[in-house]
C-alpha cells in the first residue's frame, strides 16, 4: 500500500483566498484524521472521521474551516478565506478500529 | 488540551549513547502510543504499550508504563544518528476516542 495521501505537499497562497488540502486514506481504514502542526501549539485534532461520518469537529478553528468526506477513499479540508495565521503544516491520518494511526507526509501552508 | 506532555522538550546526545524521554498524562488511558517524526515528514507509529503491561521493547526501544504516576518512558538504545527526530507520545483519553499529543521530545543524535 502506497499509505496516506496527501496533495499538494506544499502550498502558498495570499490571504483571503480559498485552500483545499486533499487526503486519501489507507484503503480499508475506517477512521480518517485531520491534524494540524504548529511550533506553538504542536499537534492538534481538528476533525476526524468514522465510516465517512464526521464525529468530533471540536478542534476546527472557526466556520472559515470544513472538511468532507464523499467516500472511504478520499477527504478534503477547505479554509474559505485563509488568514496568516492558518500557516502551519496539516496532516491527514487513517487507522483501522484501534490500530496505530498511519500519518501522510503533510501539507506545508503558508498564507502571505 | 494535551493530555501527553513529554519531558525534555528537546534532548542532545553522542551517537552509542543511550537517550531517554519521559510523558505524562493526566487521565485514565487503554494505552498509550509513541510516535516518531522526522524533519517535515508525518508521524510514524513506534510502539504500543497497554494498560496492563509495564514494559515493552522492540528493537532497541523499551517503553515503560507506570500508571499510579500517570507516566511513560521511552529509551532508545545505541542511538544512531538516523534516530534524531521529534518523539511524541499519545493516549486516547477514552474507549475509541482519537489520540491527543504532546508537543513532543526533539532528539538530535550527533556522530
Known amino acids: 500500500d502506497a499509505g496516506v495521501i496527501q496533495s499538494p505537499r506544499h502550498e502558498v497562497t495570499e490571504m483571503g483566498q480559498e485552500v483545499t488540502l486533499r487526503c486519501k486514506p489507507i484503503?480499508?481504514?475506517?477512521?480518517l484524521f485531520w491534524y494540524r502542526q504548529t511550533m506553538m501549539r504542536g499537534l492538534e485534532l481538528l476533525i476526524y472521521f468514522n465510516n465517512n461520518v464526521p464525529i468530533d469537529d471540536s478542534g476546527m478553528p472557526e466556520d472559515r474551516f470544513s472538511a468532507k468526506m464523499p467516500n472511504a477513499s478520499f477527504s478534503t479540508l477547505k479554509i474559505q478565506p485563509s488568514e496568516p495565521r492558518d500557516s502551519a503544516v496539516y496532516f491527514c491520518?487513517?487507522?483501522?478500529?484501534?490500530?496505530?494511526?498511519?500519518f501522510g507526509p503533510g501539507t506545508r501552508l503558508t498564507v502571505t | 488540551s494535551q493530555q501527553g506532555e513529554e519531558d525534555p522538550q528537546a534532548l542532545s546526545i553522542q551517537e552509542g549513547e543511550n537517550a531517554t524521554m519521559n510523558c505524562s498524562y493526566k487521565?485514565?488511558?487503554?494505552?498509550l502510543q509513541w510516535y516518531r517524526q522526522n524533519s517535515g515528514r508525518g508521524l510514524v507509529h513506534l510502539i504500543l504499550i497497554r494498560s496492563n503491561e509495564r514494559e515493552k521493547h522492540s528493537g532497541r526501544l523499551r517503553v515503560t508504563l507506570d500508571t499510579s504516576k500517570k507516566s511513560s518512558s521511552l529509551l532508545i538504545t545505541a542511538s544512531r544518528a538516523a534516530d534524531t527526530a521529534s518523539y511524541f507520545c499519545a493516549t486516547p483519553p477514552s474507549g475509541n476516542t482519537p489520540l491527543v499529543f504532546g508537543k513532543g521530545t526533539r532528539l538530535s543524535v550527533i556522530a
Open positions: 484503503s480499508g481504514h475506517d477512521y
Open positions: 491520518a487513517s487507522r483501522l478500529g484501534q490500530g496505530a494511526k498511519y
Open positions: 487521565t485514565s488511558i487503554n494505552n
